[in-house]
């Protein structure tokens, strides 16, 4: 049983910042890939950034240069510095983990979490 708990989202003017963490619980053998993926109301679930165990990031077009993503792995816990927001960010943000359990360490299989909303006010 694996859990992602989601902490930090809320209601921020433009140009505002936020910073996002997602903390992994359970039974992890290891945890491969983290990141961010956001969901706006009438559109499809996009990538925001995501962090390899080794620290290699990739981000979506449209938060490059103003959103950054980091990893603590002895916490098994990934965070979103989100700056310069704009109300196009506003969305259901997502935090997602390929994780290893000891119950079966053959594998990595995604793990998502429950979601925490991010809205940005013009």
């Known amino acids: 049983q694996v859990q992602l708990v989601e902490s930090g989202g809320g209601l921020v003017q433009a140009g505002g910042s936020l910073r996002l963490s997602c903390a992994a619980s359970g039974s992890i053998f290891s945890i491969n890939a983290m990141g961010w993926y956001r969901r706006a109301p009438g559109k499809q679930r996009e990538l925001v950034a995501r962090?390899?165990?080794?620290?290699?990031?990739n981000y979506g077009d449209s938060v490059k240069g103003r959103f950054t993503i980091s990893r603590d792995n002895a916490k098994n816990t990934v965070y979103l510095q989100m700056n310069s927001l704009k109300p196009e960010d506003t969305a259901v943000y997502y935090c997602?983990?390929?994780?290893?359990?000891?119950?079966?360490?053959?594998?990595?299989?995604?793990?998502w979490g429950q979601g925490t909303q991010v809205t940005v006010s013009s």
């Open positions: 962090i390899t165990s080794g620290g290699s990031t």
């Open positions: 997602n983990a390929d994780i290893r359990t000891y119950s079966d360490s053959r594998y990595y299989f995604p793990y």
